[in-house]
Nanobody, 126 residues
């Protein structure tokens, strides 16, 4: 059974940094690409970033580009999302998702993902 478990969220102040983790089990980790999405209250879920099977092919969405990084540890079956200089607009539930693909083709499309985590709340106070 595939399981994705996010952690690392919390209540922070504007300007702080967070590193979110997504621990995966029940799958061949190196055969999957991963995405991070977020959903703010009253808004649709949106793509934040994605990472291919390797650790250097990544894509970040414009709202977080330049202050965020995505990485993965294939030995630990874990994907990370680091966001720096957080602002209140980053407040959302952050979700990790996995798809059995090696690259980032259509990485922004939710329907291309087979597995989702339960999400972790990030709240940024001003």
């Amino acid at each position: 059974q595939v399981k994705l478990v996010e952690s690392g969220g919390g209540l922070v102040q504007a300007g702080d940094s967070l590193r979110l983790s997504c621990a995966a089990s029940g799958l061949t980790f190196s055969s999957f690409a991963f995405g991070w999405f977020r959903q703010a209250p009253g808004k649709e879920r949106e793509f934040v970033g994605g990472i291919a099977w390797n650790n250097w092919t990544t894509l970040l969405a414009d709202p977080v580009k330049g202050r965020s990084t995505i990485s993965r540890d294939n030995a630990e079956n874990t994907v990370y999302l680091q966001i720096n200089n957080l602002n209140p607009e980053d407040t959302a539930v952050y979700y990790c998702a996995a798809r059995e693909a090696l690259n980032l083709v259509r990485i922004r499309l939710e329907r291309t993902y087979s597995f989702w985590g339960q999400g972790t709340q990030v709240t940024v106070s001003s």
